[in-house]
């Protein structure tokens, strides 16, 4: 059974920071991974999709790599803005159709 | 275009009682998916529809859960006689295909359940 988790649960940085959220999947036989934000209240917002076949992908001030192999992926935020403050979410596509969700990392950036 | 819609937005019903949770997905997506997410817990799985096939319904958490959907276009997610422990978000998304695409999930705003 696939299991996703993600560290750390919650983090406060300054605004302009760069920092990373991690992800980690354990079975490595996934069709794609999702990155998503989810705001209070709100539904889920598609950040990026990375393919089981491409390493990373990139929109903006945000950049996901993707590492099969080990079961993981990273998603990098440049220059953090009070903006960004959201709770994150990692899911993997594996065999079956429907994504598999980590209970994300709630992130607070302060201006 | 028109992103998935999902309605009532939030609901507040007595335990005992049923209820209809709606969703309109995207207009072409054939793959409609149902998830929920309770206080404090991540995202589950509930069940799935691809076009005309039997929908995958090894999330449902008891036979209380029931899900249609019509062709390819609206579905409806039905609780009955519900208990305290249903109050979750329950979100709907859509995607242009399923079974291990590569095509990625359209989210709806979800509804929000309270059992009192």
């Known amino acids: 059974k696939q299991e996703v988790t993600q560290i750390p649960a919650a983090l406060s940085v300054p605004e302009g920071e760069n920092l990373v959220l991690n992800c980690s999947f354990t079975?490595?036989?996934?069709?794609?991974l999702q990155w998503f934000r989810q705001d209070p209240g709100k539904g889920l917002t598609s950040l990026l999709l990375i393919q089981s076949s491409q390493r990373e992908q990139t929109s903006g001030r945000l950049n996901a790599s993707l590492d099969k192999s080990s079961g993981r992926s990273t998603l990098y935020i440049a220059a953090s803005q009070p903006g960004d403050s959201a709770t994150y979410l990692c899911a993997v596509i594996s065999g079956y159709s429907t994504l598999t969700f980590g209970k994300g990392t709630m992130l607070l950036v302060s201006p | 275009g028109a992103g998935v819609s999902q309605s009532p937005s939030n609901k507040v019903t007595e335990k005992g009682k049923d209820v209809e949770l709606r969703c309109d997905p995207i207009s072409g997506h054939t793959a409609l998916y149902w998830y929920r997410q309770r206080l404090g817990q991540g995202l589950e799985f509930l069940i799935y529809f691809q076009g005309n096939s039997a929908p995958d319904k090894s999330g449902l958490p008891s036979d209380r859960f029931s899900a249609e959907r019509t062709g390819e276009s609206v579905s409806t997610l039905t609780i009955q006689r519900t208990q305290q422990e249903d109050s979750a978000v329950y979100l709907c998304a859509s995607s242009l295909v399923s079974r291990g695409s590569s095509y990625e999930q359209y989210f709806g705003p979800g509804t929000r359940l309270t059992v009192t």
């Open positions: 079975d490595s036989a996934i069709y794609n």
